[in-house]
């Protein structure tokens, strides 16, 4: 099992310490790259997929870095649209 589909299978049992990093390297996983949205974007964030141009946006969780459930249940649910997972 490589390390996407460990992290994968950890992101669909949506632990409620899943972190921001960990989304990171997800997505990455799945081609998504983390777009620059200026000096004045604050915790909001976004990452594209340069073949399907699809964007997911979302805030950076603060202070601690762990995802909050309706996140996670976003970020699933987009990418379960895209059919990027099942």
Do not use: C, W
């Not at 909001?44 to 969780?61: D, G, Q, V």
Request: proline share 6%.
């Amino acid at each position: 099992m490589s390390r996407v589909e460990k992290l994968l299978k950890r992101f669909l049992s949506k632990p409620k310490d899943f972190t921001y990093n960990e989304l990171k390297r997800l997505l990455a996983g799945f081609g998504y790259e983390g777009i620059s949205t200026g000096k004045t974007a604050g915790s909001r964030s976004a990452f594209m997929n340069p073949k399907t141009k699809h964007i997911i946006k979302l805030h950076r969780p603060h202070p601690r870095p762990e995802l909050k459930r309706y996140q996670l249940d976003y970020i699933g649910e987009t990418l379960r649209n895209k059919g990027v997972i099942q």
